[in-house]
């Protein structure tokens, strides 16, 4: 069982910028966000694999940046020119294949994400 801690959430006005930290208890292939907002399913918001591949949902890019220190199994999701509609609370999810699934894999306790003036 792989145990993932994450923190960096919290309340942001629109423009601003939050970064999310995931460590996870063992090296893992795939890691990466999903979120969830109220009243909607949990979506992919971004991947990344041991060797750097990526993948990022359509609403997030050019926005959010996924990178990852393998030497401290930890993931990171900057988050730039953050949106009102990008309030939801983010997950990290760790899984041994590519790409990530919300149907499988482990995941952290989820952080709340605000943005609002």
């Known amino acids: 069982q792989v145990q993932l801690v994450e923190s960096g959430g919290g309340l942001v006005q629109p423009g601003g910028s939050l970064r999310l930290s995931c460590v996870a208890s063992e090296r893992i292939y795939a890691m990466g966000w999903f979120r969830q907002a109220p009243g909607k399913q949990r979506e992919l918001v971004a991947g990344?694999?041991?060797?750097?591949?990526?993948d990022y949902a359509d609403s997030v890019k050019g926005r959010f940046t996924i990178s990852r220190d393998n030497t401290k199994n930890t993931v990171y999701l900057q988050m730039n020119s953050l949106k009102p509609e990008d309030t939801a609370v983010y997950y990290c999810?760790?899984?041994?294949?590519?790409?990530?699934?919300?149907?499988?894999?482990?995941w952290g306790q989820g952080t709340q994400v605000t943005v609002s003036s």
């Open positions: 999810n760790a899984r041994r294949l590519w790409p990530l699934s919300d149907r499988t894999g482990f």
């Open positions: 990344i694999t041991t060797g750097g591949s990526t």
